[in-house]
């Protein structure tokens, strides 16, 4: 088994004022994100990490969301995307326990693709996710009974990121849609619209109606928005007649952070930047940026990008933060002046994967999330659709 280096745990000075620390205090005020990174824990713990997974050899096999941080990624087996982290997952049946250090949904989505001996665990279980919980099974199931009332529930097929419930991935599977993530979102809503005349798009609006536009040539007026807290989705009959695109109004907090200023801001600060960011942000960010791509494809692109480039990254920060530390010859700044790191992502910190692996070492399964066998079976043939995706 290879085990990823330990990583200095500190951030380098330079690595946060590149990335926003300080650039402007004013407007780190009164902003959510608390401006500065989570404090490290104590490395004692580093110790007994190690130990504990020593303990449990090959027993164990632990996940890193590339948005962790790196206390937590230097213990990870493999880093990378909520998807590709799930198919690694199953490519090690041997592997009893599998640690997911990222989110609730992500490791719902491990569970759906791993064997029935395979035991799924997340260190911290209030480790969710903001853009996950914007769609409820109920919510998406009173949409339906909308669209069903509005006539157009036969002509809709639904197409769900990766960043939804196992609840959610069933419901698509069942009603004969897919999954997508962001690098083949636009091959999904290909297919999709090779089976009907719409799309249910859950629960990012952003990536929704960023492929559409961007990828598809769809207009924005083609899309309409489906708000869960209105009756009837605020929409009336008609505008859901004539829409193509039906976006479910969620988003992902941290990317729809990023605004156009941001993106003016940087092109002011650093003559020659390339703006490259992620489709969860929003259009006009999208729209006004150079590059826009996954997590795997903003990875790439850096690596790949010349000595001496210059570039503003609109996606989370410890990804950016570690990405740039990586490429000292290349000025890698993030997109908004305020640091701002996924919380809820960030809850799995070292003290949470030491009781984890500890307790798995000792003989005690904790945290471990299941997915029922229905919601498993309709979930996975919404993901084997994706799969099979041309
Ligand atoms: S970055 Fe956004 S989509 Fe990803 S886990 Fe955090 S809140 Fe959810």
Redesign the pocket.
């Given at each position: 088994m290879t085990t990823a280096q330990p990583l200095d745990v500190q951030p380098t000075p330079l690595a946060l004022l590149l990335l926003g620390r300080e650039a402007d205090p004013k407007s780190e005020r009164g902003v959510e994100c608390p401006g500065d990174l989570p404090s490290p824990s104590d490395p004692d713990l580093v110790e007994r990490a190690r130990a504990a997974k020593e303990k449990l050899g090959d027993k164990v096999f632990v996940l890193g969301?590339h948005?962790q941080r790196d206390e937590v990624i230097q213990f990870a087996d493999v880093t990378g995307d909520?998807f590709k982290l799930a198919r690694d997952a199953a490519a090690k049946p041997e592997a009893e326990y599998i640690v997911f250090c990222?989110?609730h949904?992500?490791a719902e989505s491990a569970d759906i693709l791993t064997t029935d001996d395979q035991k799924v665990v997340l260190p911290d279980l209030a480790a969710?996710?903001?853009?996950?919980d914007m769609a409820t099974a109920e919510q998406v199931a009173e949409c339906w009974d909308v669209l069903t009332e509005a006539g157009v529930a036969e002509q809709v097929v639904p197409v769900s990121y990766m960043?939804s419930s196992a609840d959610i991935k069933a419901f698509t599977g069942k009603h004969g849609g897919t999954i997508c993530t962001s690098s083949n979102a636009k091959r999904a809503l290909d297919w999709a619209f090779e089976q009907g005349e719409k799309v249910l798009f859950l629960p990012?609006q952003h990536l929704g109606r960023n492929t559409a536009v961007r990828d598809m040539g769809l207009s924005l007026d083609d899309c309409v928005l489906y708000n869960p807290h209105k009756p009837n989705g605020g929409l009336t009959v008609e505008e859901l007649r004539n829409a193509k695109m039906i976006l479910w109004r969620g988003h992902?907090?941290?990317?729809?952070r990023f605004s156009l200023d941001s993106v003016n801001d940087v092109r002011e600060r650093i003559p020659g930047v390339n703006v490259l960011v992620h489709p969860?942000c929003k259009h006009e960010v999208v729209a006004a940026a150079d590059y826009v791509g996954s997590t795997e494809y903003i990875i790439n692109t850096l690596d790949a990008a010349p000595a001496g480039s210059k570039w503003a990254i609109g996606?989370?920060l410890n990804l950016v933060r570690r990405v740039a530390n990586a490429h000292p010859d290349k000025e890698i700044v993030f997109l908004d002046k305020t640091v701002c790191f996924?919380?809820?992502?960030n809850r799995i910190d070292l003290p949470h994967l030491v009781w984890t692996l500890e307790s798995l070492a000792e003989g005690n399964l904790v945290n471990q999330i299941r997915v029922d066998e229905e919601t498993e079976s309709f979930a996975k043939l919404a993901l084997e659709r994706m799969l099979a995706l041309p």
């Open positions: 969301h948005y909520s990222g989110v949904f992500m969710g996710c903001s853009m996950a960043n990012d992902c907090s941290v990317h729809g969860e996606t989370e996924c919380s809820t992502m």
